[in-house]
């Protein structure tokens, strides 16, 4: 799951050189500003569709198995957080449990599952790292058996640290300069139907060759 939340942000993250351009263009920031960016929840819903099905490795020491997202649907951002149908499937799957001080490992196979989830998201500026809690009302009628119900204990309420990667330097040609703009990550924060980015930009120029 933490790998396909990553994704999913990294495939957001790719529309940014559209959105700074025009900025650059009409007045380049100071160094000591920001460049909020705002990305709108379609875009990324479109993000989404893009990098799904997304599978990978659970080792967890409840479940071990391949776990594919199949879709995340009818997404909703809010104040902090997002909102969704989380659509997966289990194959291969191990529930693991302890009897008597022994490991005992049971093979399930392959489990679907489909419930709504409440994603809480919270950003460390100094340490570049987005914490996501997904929350599950495991009351509500989530689509699957037992086991798929042991998938849901392994989300709820943990919270996944995902490093950010360094986005790559903006390059332009402007007046026969050649620009370059690095940027730091300084906030990430889920508003009403966008999500917001704040960038601290650097901002180099040299003649072009």
């Known amino acids: 799951m933490k790998r396909f939340l990553l994704a999913v942000l990294g495939a957001g993250l790719l529309l940014i050189p559209a959105v700074i351009m025009p900025a650059i263009t009409q007045a380049a920031p100071k160094a000591a500003d920001n460049i909020v960016l705002s990305l709108p929840e379609s875009a990324l819903a479109q993000a989404i569709a893009a990098v799904t099905p997304f599978s990978f ?10 776990i594919t997202v ?9 104040n902090n957080n997002l909102r969704a149908r989380l659509d997966l499937v ?6 693991i ?4 001080g022994q490991q005992l490992r049971m093979k399930v196979g392959e489990v679907a599952l489909a419930a709504d989830v409440l994603a809480e998201l919270r950003f460390d500026s100094r340490r570049q790292i987005l ?3 997904p929350l599950v009302d495991e009351s509500q009628n989530v689509v699957g058996n037992e086991i798929g119900h042991s998938l849901i204990a392994l989300l709820n309420g943990r919270e996944f640290p995902l490093a950010m990667q360094d986005i790559k330097p903006f390059v332009a040609e402007i007046g026969g300069k050649t ?5 730091r990550v300084t906030d990430i924060r889920a508003l009403p139907q966008k999500l917001e980015l704040s960038l601290t930009p650097k901002i ?3 003649a072009a060759r």
């Open 97 to 100: 449990t302890n009897l008597a």
């Open 70 to 78: 199949r879709g995340l649907h009818n997404l909703r951002l809010g």
């Open 204 to 206: 180099t120029g040299a």
């Open 179 to 183: 620009i370059s703009i690095t940027t």
């Open 131 to 133: 914490f996501i809690k």
């Open 90 to 95: 289990g194959s291969n799957l191990e529930v």
């Open 57 to 66: 490795h659970s080792s967890s020491n409840m479940i071990q198995g391949t």
